[in-house]
């Protein structure tokens, strides 16, 4: 053979070797990403690593989808047409006490809930036999109104909703409250539609809220993909740290509320640094899950070892050392 025959043959195949192992190492790893509508003040991350392109920064491609509830995402994680979301702890400790292998990666924010009551009721003991709009069953909101009753030996009718309908139903008549994240109370409260009569602070102080969520089988089979979750995540808390007016206009841009009523709402939420989850909230929510039948009654014979597979932070405190 002729060395420029040689020559060429060589070259070709130098541009096929070096062209695919580009094509392997540039490849996007696919996710899906669920997070709740309406949802910004709670879970700021997803709005923020959508909006800065954090995600695909670690070479990931992410279909988004976006829920009503917590509940209807993990409906969708369970069935593995979700990989990760935020949403609230309560639905997570819901959907693994089902059997699912939902694990929670880190935290997102605390508190940060209110109910909204119309002027006819004056305290909490007029709620008993009231309707209250919630989120539906496995939301942390709903949940929270089974503790109110509990504690003040009352009875409370549960009006399970989307979260939009809520202050037009309370407007309507067709229900004596409301409890829903932020900013949704405090909208209505802007629309003079009610007022507020308990935040999720009285109901329950410094409780985990919204959490990031995983399917557990990631932690093993795909490690590295979890840990570049973890590095979007943190960038989009870094964001928020550093960049509150930004952030508050993309919590405008994305909700379409006045600066005002975000403003509002974001007094009611706190989003500590870093998201680590309160274990002890975690451990009481789990509690009142299994009294109030939402987790079966044997299905937690050690509540320690629940949270302890429940929560798996190991990924955020290696990525904050």
């Known amino acids: 053979m002729k060395k420029p025959q040689m020559l060429w043959i060589a070259i070709i195949g130098l541009v096929f070797i070096f062209g ?37 920064a670690e070479g990931l491609k992410v279909n988004w989808g976006e829920f009503l509830a917590g509940s209807y995402l993990m409906q969708h994680l369970a069935s ?47 709620l008993n036999g009231k309707s209250i709009g919630t989120p539906g069953i496995g939301s942390i909101q709903d949940a929270m109104v089974d503790m109110v009753a509990q504690k003040h030996n009352i009875s409370i009718n549960h009006k399970h909703m989307k979260v939009s309908d809520m202050a037009i139903f309370l407007k309507k008549g067709e229900i004596d409250g409301f409890i829903a994240w932020e900013a949704i109370p405090s909208n209505a409260v802007d629309m003079g539609y009610g007022r507020v009569l308990l935040t999720s602070h009285d109901i329950l102080p410094e409780h985990q809220c919204c959490v990031l969520v995983a399917k557990g089988g990631l932690l093993k089979d795909d490690p590295e993909t979890v840990k570049k979750i973890i590095r979007a995540y943190m960038k989009a808390f870094d964001y928020l740290k550093n960049n509150r007016d930004e952030s508050v206009a993309l919590m405008v841009k994305a909700t379409g509320l006045s600066k005002n009523v975000v403003e509002m709402g974001l ?10 989850v309160n274990v002890p909230s975690l451990k009481l929510m789990a509690d009142g899950l299994v009294k109030s039948g939402k987790i079966k009654e044997g299905v937690i014979s050690d509540m320690d070892k629940f949270v302890a597979d429940l929560y798996r932070p190991e990924f955020l405190k290696a990525y904050l050392k």
């Open 267 to 276: 007094t009611r939420v706190t989003h500590p640094y870093p998201p680590l």
């Open 80 to 126: 593995g047409e979700v990989d990760f979301g935020t949403c609230g702890a309560v639905p997570v400790m819901i959907t693994r006490g089902a059997g699912v292998d939902a694990v929670i990666l880190a935290g997102s924010n605390q508190e940060g809930s209110a109910m909204v009551v119309a002027n006819h009721i004056k305290e909490i003991k007029d």
């Open 20 to 56: 695919f192992q580009t094509l392997v190492i540039g490849a996007e790893k696919e996710i899906r990403f669920g997070y709740l509508v309406a949802d910004q003040l709670h879970n700021p991350a997803p709005m923020i690593m959508k909006e800065k392109k954090f995600l695909e």
